[in-house]
């Protein structure tokens, strides 16, 4: 991971260590990977439940119980805050706001302009928005390795979820549902930077994610309140909630969050395109769903741009101190 001065490539080639090992990698990409692969049965799992439970709820809902015991069960998230320096500690805030953002913004888009165009300009936006951000605040600069891979991420991810509709008529686009949508992407790309940068100054990952997701979940209780909550009073309901929390929030942040730290945020996100890979296959493997040939293109060139993520080139960026 970079820190505040360390490029995102090497000055000189001459400054190359040897190749990396299987536990570099397995310490970084494969984490990751393994938390997107959660992240893509969000969509199944929301299928089950219960007819007439709000999307919006379902997912705040997943995030209240899944980011307390993340907290809970982090182990240092409760001292974090006392041991960060007044900046960071408005990090941890902003990081905060940014969690709880997400399934504000992504679930009402979802609503409005359709699972498919929300989840490409969320997703495909993310790792834009952690690119250029982390350029601009000079944490890193973009390779040019990283630039090709997520441009032919974010190809691959529209190809995929967007190839049903490719064959039929067109809808007219909800410019407020394309904005909230980036505004998810935004949130993602704010929080995946905060995470990064706290976990890169010494923090532990775990007490990073769990205090960012704590406080999350706390945010989003009010929201909560407000709505009609009688779904996840019944088994499926409750088995639901249990799911995304326990799996999608709990477990596959500590992993997001472990990766984090032989991963530029960059990388990070761009690596998590594989979600509507996951989602794609199982929809068509458990809901039976169909998808054309572009979605299935889309989901090759999905697949190879993740392997150049997934594999740094010649081993030289891996076997820096803070490799990308």
Aim: net charge positive; glycine share 12%.
């Amino acid at each position: 991971m970079p820190n505040r001065t360390t490029p995102l490539t090497p000055a000189r080639p001459s400054d190359a260590g040897p190749r990396p090992s299987r536990t570099a990698l397995l310490g970084g990409p494969a984490p990751i990977l393994l938390a997107a692969v959660l992240w893509g049965t969000t969509g199944t799992a929301a299928s089950l439940a219960p007819a007439g439970a709000p999307a919006a709820a379902i997912g705040s809902a997943g995030l209240a119980l899944g980011g307390i015991l993340l907290f809970l069960l982090s182990r240092g998230a409760r001292a974090l805050p006392a041991a960060c320096t007044r900046g960071e500690r408005w990090l941890l805030v902003l990081g905060a706001l940014a969690v709880a953002g997400y399934p504000v913004t992504f679930y009402p888009a979802v609503a409005r302009t359709g699972v498919a165009v929300a989840t490409v300009i969320a997703l495909g936006s993310a790792p834009v928005f952690t690119g250029l951000l982390a350029w601009l605040t000079g944490r890193s600069r973009p390779t040019a390795r990283w630039t090709a891979a997520t441009a032919a991420a974010v190809l691959g991810c529209a190809l995929l979820v967007l190839g049903p509709g490719l064959t039929g008529a067109g809808t007219p686009m909800d410019l407020t549902g394309v904005a909230l949508a980036a505004c998810g992407g935004l949130s993602y790309a704010v929080y995946s930077l905060i995470g990064g940068a706290l976990i890169t100054r010494g923090h532990s990952s775990d007490a990073v994610m769990g205090v960012l997701f704590g406080a999350a979940g706390l945010l989003v209780l009010p929201f909560l309140a407000s709505v009609d909550l009688r779904w996840i009073t019944t088994v499926r309901g409750a088995a639901v909630a249990g799911y995304l929390a326990l799996f999608t929030v709990c477990l596959a942040y500590r992993l997001f969050g472990h990766g984090l730290r032989r991963t530029s945020a960059s990388a990070a996100t761009s690596l998590t395109l594989a979600e509507p890979a996951v989602a794609a296959v199982l929809g068509v493997t458990v809901l039976d769903e169909r998808l054309p040939a572009a979605s299935w293109a889309g989901l090759a060139v999905l697949a190879l741009s993740l392997t150049l993520l997934a594999f740094p080139a010649g081993g030289r960026a891996a076997a820096r101190k803070n490799p990308q």
